[in-house]
């Protein structure tokens, strides 16, 4: 080879090189796109533990949580839309009323369209119960 050419051969191996380690610095580092296009962590407010006592408390229609099978909600803006005479779910309101939910006093479950409306309603989870 002629020094001309050595010269060339290994300007063109520097060359491939540096373009090689550029590459390599891209596909290594975070590309900008998947930092923005990770997944979004819904900010979901604290879950409140509200225990027996403050779950008693709220036991009128105007003022309705009820406590299905260990969470809490509070109905007191459903409670007019519900499809049943209206002396019938206020009873419930400030107890836990898992069984009325599972039954709805006649032995049949709600639907699933029923059970999609009640995380719009869930404010906390019903405390541990001391005595358990
Ligand atoms: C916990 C006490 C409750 C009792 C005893 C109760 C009882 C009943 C009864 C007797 C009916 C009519 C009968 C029937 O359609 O089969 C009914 C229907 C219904 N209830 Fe309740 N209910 C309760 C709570 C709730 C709550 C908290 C919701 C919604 C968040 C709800 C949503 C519905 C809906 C959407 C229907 C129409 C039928 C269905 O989808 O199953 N109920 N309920």
């Known amino acids: 080879m002629t020094p001309l050419g050595r010269i060339a051969y290994t300007v063109l191996v520097a060359f491939i090189a540096s373009l090689l380690t550029l590459l390599a610095i891209d596909w290594l580092g975070p590309a900008p796109d998947s930092i923005s296009e990770a997944p979004h962590i819904e900010e979901s407010p604290a879950i409140r533990v509200i ?3 403050e779950l008693d408390r709220h036991d009128q229609p105007d003022d309705c949580w009820m406590a299905i099978h260990g969470q809490v ?3 007191t803006d459903y409670l007019p839309r519900h499809p049943t005479p ?3 779910l ?3 309101c400030g107890t836990d009323a898992s069984v009325g939910w599972d039954t709805k006093g006649i032995g ?3 639907s699933p369209r029923a059970r999609d409306m009640l995380p719009d309603y869930r404010i906390g989870v019903l405390a541990a ?3 358990d």
Request: charged share 20%.
């Open 51 to 53: 225990n027996m006592e």
């Open 73 to 75: 909600y509070d109905f």
């Open 86 to 88: 209206a002396h019938l």
């Open 90 to 92: 206020p009873p419930y």
């Open 108 to 110: 049949r479950p709600h």
């Open 129 to 131: 119960d001391p005595t």
